[in-house]
C-alpha cells in the first residue's frame, strides 16, 4: 500500500529517445514534485504542482515536460534523451499548509541514458 | 529560505545516540527546521520537524537552541539500519525542500 509510487524503478534507454516516468500517490495530497539527484548525490526539485496547476518550475530544460492529470498524478516525460539526463528522478507528495506540511517521496526511478 | 550547515559524515557506535548538529543562524521566525535521511538507494524519508520547541517522535528527538540559530537531532540508540545521508532544511510555507549536502552517518557495530 505505496503512498508514493513512481514507475518504472529502472530504464535504460538510447540517446535521442522520448521517455515517460509516471507517479501517482495515494495519500489525498493537493501538492506534487519532481527531484532530480545526479551522480553526485546532490538532490534538486525540479517541478512543482498544485491541484494540477505549475507552481514551480527550476531550471530545467523544456525536453522536460510534467503532466499531471489529476491531483493524485504527476508524470514526467522526457524528451530527446541526453546523457546527462541519466539520474534517479523522485516523485513526491504533499499536503499545502503553513510550513508544516510533510513531503513523501516515491522509491525513486534509475535512468539511464546510453 | 535559510541556508543550513552540517558535518559532511559522521561516526556513531551502534547502540549509542548518535548526535548530529545543525546550524541555520540566518533563519526566520516563520521558517521551521525540517530532519530527513536518504538510506541508500532509497526515497528522503521525514523524521522530524520543530519551530521553536524541542521535539519527540518515535524516531528521534529534535533539539532547537533557544535563539533557533542551531539545532541537533538525537536518534536515541543508533542501529545499523540509521546509516544514512540526514539532511537539514529550514523552511517556510513554501511547499518545497531545497536538500544541501547533509551529513552522512554510519553508525559502526
Known amino acids: 500500500d505505496t503512498a508514493v509510487s513512481q514507475t518504472p524503478k529502472y530504464l535504460v534507454t538510447q540517446m535521442g529517445n522520448d521517455k515517460s516516468i509516471k507517479c501517482e500517490q495515494n495519500l489525498g495530497h493537493d501538492t506534487m514534485y519532481w527531484y532530480k539527484q545526479d551522480s553526485k548525490k546532490f538532490l534538486k526539485i525540479m517541478f512543482s504542482?498544485?491541484?494540477?496547476?505549475?507552481?514551480i518550475n527550476e531550471t530545467v530544460p523544456n525536453r522536460f515536460s510534467p503532466k499531471s492529470p489529476d491531483k493524485a498524478h504527476l508524470n514526467l516525460h522526457i524528451n530527446s534523451l541526453e546523457l546527462g539526463d541519466s539520474a534517479v528522478y523522485f516523485c513526491?507528495?504533499?499536503?499545502?499548509?503553513?510550513?508544516?506540511?510533510?513531503?513523501?517521496f516515491g522509491e525513486g526511478s534509475w535512468l539511464t541514458v546510453v | 529560505d535559510a541556508k543550513t550547515t552540517q558535518p559532511t559524515s559522521m561516526d556513531c557506535a551502534e547502540g549509542r545516540a548518535a548526535n548530529l548538529p545543525c546550524n541555520h543562524s540566518t533563519i526566520s521566525g516563520n521558517e521551521y527546521v525540517y530532519w530527513y535521511r536518504q538510506i541508500h538507494s532509497q526515497g528522503p524519508q521525514y523524521i522530524i520537524h520543530?519551530?521553536?520547541n524541542n521535539e519527540t517522535n518515535e524516531m528521534a528527538s529534535l533539539i532547537i537552541t533557544e535563539d533557533r540559530k542551531s539545532s541537533t537531532l538525537i536518534l536515541p540508540h543508533a542501529t545499523l539500519r540509521d546509516t544514512a545521508v540526514y539532511y537539514c532544511?529550514?523552511?517556510?510555507?513554501?511547499?518545497?525542500?531545497?536538500f544541501g549536502t547533509g551529513t552522512r552517518l554510519t553508525v559502526i557495530p
Open positions: 532544511i529550514v523552511k517556510t510555507g513554501a511547499n518545497n525542500l531545497f
Open positions: 513526491a507528495s504533499s499536503q499545502e499548509g503553513t510550513g508544516r506540511d510533510t513531503i513523501y
Open positions: 504542482y498544485n491541484n494540477k496547476e505549475l507552481i
Open positions: 520543530g519551530l521553536k
